[in-house]
């Protein structure tokens, strides 16, 4: 399955950091719908225009360890799976937030065609602009 790691070290508290992961302003086109809270059990719902037609991606909190670990999995979408997790460990003065997506596209080669082509950069790009927000954001309160 593909997957995808992110890095952001962060100079703020990973409390604060952590808090901003669930912050639905934090998200950023093309995200314009976002319902639901960042909660363990709890369902949140992401909705975005891909290739000219509306999506939704549903995902369940899985795991929330306050101020270390949120995971995520798709129950309702696109994918035939997405797993997110948010790892936010200390660092040298301040945070080291890490991001590993894990999804697996339907549609056998096809799919993994797609993957490489749009799924892989749209999903880094995606994360890289939220947590370059998050730390714009964290850093500015620290």
Known sequence: MPTIILETLIYARAEECFDLIRDKRIQKE???????????????????????????LTVKVTEFERPTLIVDEMV???????????????????????????WETPLGILGRLVDKLYIERHLTDLVSNRNAKLKQIAEARS
């Open 30 to 56: 093309p995200l314009p719908a976002i319902f639901g809270e960042f909660g363990i059990g709890q369902t949140v719902t992401f909705k975005s225009n891909n290739f000219g037609m509306e999506q939704s």
């Open 76 to 102: 309702d979408g696109s994918f035939r799976s997405f797993k997110h997790t948010h790892e936010l460990l200390i660092a040298e003065n301040g945070t080291l937030m890490r991001d590993t997506l894990v």
